[in-house]
């Protein structure tokens, strides 16, 4: 008889501790299993909420600043030897080490202009990406889908009277007004947005931007990072983090990730003595049962073998059940902690982790067990029949 055929049989003989050794890995397993598919799930949740606020990182034209004084009486500074960004030159940022994280690039063209009386500031930009940028953005109408189209802030649309449908006359040219900003507070109110290659003709600027945002995801690396890394790229642009976003963002993940890592300890570290506590049991009421085998001829290696046999064999059932417990019972819990984006992200790789790490667990806390099992002398054994 093969010790494989030895170690099934006992399990199914002992059904009961078979129930409890099961039961104790499968909830440890599914606890860690559920704990890192809620933070998978809530992660994406907080970073959808979190892109709301717009872009992280703004490039601008670097320019040395000149302060001036005299007397003890400061007269503020001077913006000496400003440069412009060229258009083509943000493609340099697609190099960059950690590409992979930029989810957007939004460059930006301003300029003064007339229309009529009045001098307003007009601003050219990319519109696929600058309204999926902007998610706070309210358009009364719609966003621009042409060159001669316009979107006009809130408080430029009060001051000059305009409606949607209106023709607004700019540097000789006539655009129509297709859409209204609502009212942010801020001073997009105070725009008209157009699309950047007819902003850039009409300002003469053409090839060239006032600036750039980038919206970059940096769960998994620091901003600074990228930072330094457009730097290099650019090296005629200042490029810094808006600090309060990414922020926000590195905190929440953090705390998704520690609260996870903390819990899962725990739970593991009660699995793995739930299993070492039962096969301890089990060795000891199988004495005689092991002073036989060692009377038979099995040797050390065989008797240990036969008991990590046995955990194993428990430890796989244990891990599979743990992963579809732990995915059900994510998707029971999920709707309950999201409210915009309830996704639940089947991961195979946390599958494959699941039954490995329970394996680990069930033949680790069995090792001990095992050796001592091992190490019964069969002649003390046989007095106990």
């Known amino acids: 008889m093969k010790l494989h055929t030895i170690a099934?049989?006992?399990?199914r003989r002992r059904k009961a501790r078979l129930t409890f050794l099961v039961a104790g890995l499968?909830?440890?397993i599914a606890t860690v299993v559920t704990i890192l598919s809620l933070t998978s799930s809530l992660t994406m949740e907080a970073e959808h909420k979190l892109d709301s606020f717009g872009a992280n990182i703004l490039i601008t034209p670097r320019s040395d600043d000149l302060s001036l004084s005299y007397g003890g009486i400061s007269l503020g500074a001077v913006s000496v030897d400003a440069r412009e960004l060229r258009q083509?030159?943000?493609?340099?940022?697609?190099d960059i080490p950690n590409a992979g994280n930029i989810a957007a690039v939004a460059p930006k063209v301003l300029g003064a202009v007339e229309v009529g009386t009045a001098r307003v500031l007009l601003m050219g930009v990319n519109a696929a990406h600058e309204f999926h940028i902007k998610r706070w953005w309210s358009v009364e109408g719609r966003p621009l889908a042409a060159e001669d189209e316009l979107v006009a802030g809130s408080g430029v649309a009060r001051a000059l009277g305009l409606g949607l449908g209106d023709q607004v006359a700019l540097e000789g040219r006539t655009f129509t007004v297709t859409g209204i900003?609502?009212?942010?507070?801020?001073?997009?109110?105070?725009?008209?947005i157009g699309s950047l290659p007819a902003v850039q003709r009409l300002l003469g600027k053409e090839g060239v931007v006032s600036l750039a945002e980038v919206v970059a995801f940096c769960g998994d690396c620091p901003v600074e990072d990228m930072v330094n890394q457009i730097s290099s790229v650019l090296p005629g642009a200042k490029v810094s983090a808006i600090q309060q976003v990414v922020?926000?963002?590195?905190?929440a993940l953090e705390q998704f990730r520690t609260f996870s890592l903390g819990v899962?300890?725990?739970?593991?570290?009660?699995?793995?003595?739930v299993v070492f506590v039962t096969m301890m049991g089990s060795v000891n009421e199988r004495t005689r049962e092991?002073?036989?085998f060692r009377a038979l001829g099995f040797r050390r290696s065989h008797v240990m073998r036969l008991i990590l046999m046995e955990a194993a064999g428990v430890s796989l059932l244990a891990g599979i059940l743990g992963f579809v417990g732990g995915m059900g019972l994510t998707r029971l819990i999920l709707p309950f902690l999201t409210q915009d984006h309830p996704h639940l992200v089947w991961d195979p790789m946390l599958g494959v982790g699941s039954i490995f790490l329970a394996l680990l667990m069930g033949i680790l806390a069995s090792l001990y067990p095992a050796m001592r099992a091992s190490r019964l002398d069969p002649s003390d054994a046989l007095r106990a029949l």
Do not use: C, Y
């Open 8 to 11: 099934f049989n006992n399990l």
């Open 26 to 28: 499968l909830i440890g």
């Open 88 to 94: 083509q030159d943000l493609n340099r940022i697609f």
């Open 181 to 192: 900003l609502r009212e942010t507070g801020s001073q997009d109110d105070h725009l008209l």
């Open 247 to 251: 922020k926000t963002r590195m905190h």
């Open 264 to 273: 899962a300890a725990v739970v593991l570290l009660v699995g793995a003595l």
């Open 290 to 292: 092991i002073g036989v």
